[in-house]
């Protein structure tokens, strides 16, 4: 079946975070959102069929994941990544940020350290500050218009782990972002060996949010980071999910995996009674996105190919002030707009009042995302284009 991403399709007045929240956001209606990590395309249509589907039945009691969703994504990992897991492996929870806030609070006692690499996504920063802990970031470093990983600030950072007495200055835990929200990295493989080999030589868990792993541009390849190595296995917590991938976030369905089992367990413990199991819609669309959604998300990859492709260009021709940080995956774009010379709070207003367009502000991703701005590219061409044509009209009246 051909599925038509060009296709407008008006979102508001439907509850949608991205549309309906522009004005109390963003301070005008007519700003066009391109914030929150969803996209503004239909979904595969097996995932639609599967929810009518289970609708018919008419009871919709609570629900546990049954064999078959399990399966479903013990064999995904397999077939995506030749990564063998165990069905047992599998935790399921309503999200990845709920998991992220569970896992610093089964990991890590108050008052640790917990490194992640800015600029990140920010709920990083405040599943480890709101659990009582103390971020640590381990700051990327652009090198020539490409963000790399600094080892050597990383390893400086790990102190041994002292069971007994967690010491302020104890570092428990690592949160990776691969593929990498905002900055676009897809990890090599030998960039996530380094990681693997200080957390192992320093005793650190590492929790790894690869909710964007299926969205590669063309070249890329995904590594899960727990499958380098059984040990590294050992001391990692993988949070996937369909919901980027397939654009069905509001259904909150999400696989935790969890091969250690003090390691489950401890995390199961500290969900207890706070954290539920996905709902009933939620199962059924995982498995049927998992299942029958590839002859979508291939298409899909193509038009997200596409999109970055005309925004490089656009960019480049009309707006050369701006640099494009090119991804590797995510639909998520990270605009250098340092060239107009703007601090962080201006250039949110220039955007916003301005332009009129809905970025997210590269400040809010750590201090060193100053001056720039992340821009959501998963929405038909049309969207994209009138964006970008508001951009290059207020940069250029700017003069
Ligand atoms: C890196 C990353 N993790 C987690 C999430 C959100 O996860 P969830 O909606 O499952 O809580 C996002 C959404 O943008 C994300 O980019």
Redesign the pocket.
């Known amino acids: 079946m051909k599925y038509d991403f060009d296709k407008v399709i008006d979102r508001r007045q439907t509850g949608c975070a991205k549309w309906d929240m522009v004005e109390s956001i963003f301070g005008d209606k007519d700003v066009l959102p391109m914030w ?2 969803d996209m503004d395309f239909p979904v595969a249509a097996p995932i639609t069929e599967a929810i009518r589907r289970r609708a018919e039945h008419e009871i919709y009691g609570y629900t546990v994941p049954g064999a078959s969703v399990i399966e479903s994504v013990v064999e995904r990992v397999w077939q995506k990544y030749g990564w063998k897991i165990q069905p047992e492996w599998v935790v399921f929870t309503p ?4 998991a992220l806030h569970v896992a610093v609070r089964a990991f890590t006692h108050p008052g640790d350290h917990v490194i992640a690499q800015g600029p990140v ?1 920010y ?1 990083f920063w405040a599943a480890i500050r709101d659990n009582g802990c103390t971020p640590a970031d381990n700051e990327l470093r652009l090198v020539n218009g490409r963000y790399e990983m600094d080892f050597a600030d990383l390893r400086n950072r790990f102190r041994p782990r002292e069971a007994m007495m967690p010491s302020p200055s104890r570092v428990a835990m690592m949160i990776l ?1 691969s593929p990498h ?1 905002p900055v676009g990295r897809v990890w090599r493989e030998e960039e996530l060996a380094q990681v693997g080999d200080i957390a192992r030589e320093k005793d650190i868990i590492v929790v790894s ?1 690869e ?2 792993c299926e969205l590669l541009f063309r070249g890329s390849k995904h590594i899960p980071f727990a499958s380098l190595s059984p040990e590294i296995e050992q001391i990692s917590i993988t ?1 996937m ?1 369909p ?2 991938t397939f654009n069905i ?1 509001g259904l ?1 369905a ?1 696989s935790i995996i969890i091969p250690n089992q003090k390691l489950r367990n401890a995390f199961n413990a500290a969900r207890a009674g706070i954290l539920p199991q996905p709902n009933t819609f939620g199962l059924v669309a995982l498995e049927a996105a998992y299942r029958y959604g590839d002859e979508w998300l291939e298409q899909l990859l193509d038009y997200l190919q596409g999109n970055l492709e005309f925004l490089i260009a656009y960019v480049s021709r009309n707006i050369p002030r701006l640099k494009v940080i090119k991804p590797e995956g995510t639909y998520l774009v990270w605009l250098d707009c340092r060239e107009l010379g703007m601090g962080p709070m201006e250039l949110r207003k220039f955007m916003r009042q301005r332009a009129k367009v809905g970025l997210d502000d590269g400040y809010l991703f750590s201090p060193g995302g100053a001056g720039f701005q992340r821009m959501n590219i998963a929405c038909p061409r049309a969207t994209l284009r009138e964006a970008l044509q508001r951009i290059e009209r207020a940069v250029s009246d700017l003069g």
């Open positions: 929150v990590a999200g990845v940020v709920p996504y709920p972002c929200n949010d909710i964007h949070c999910a919901s980027k976030p909150q999400s």
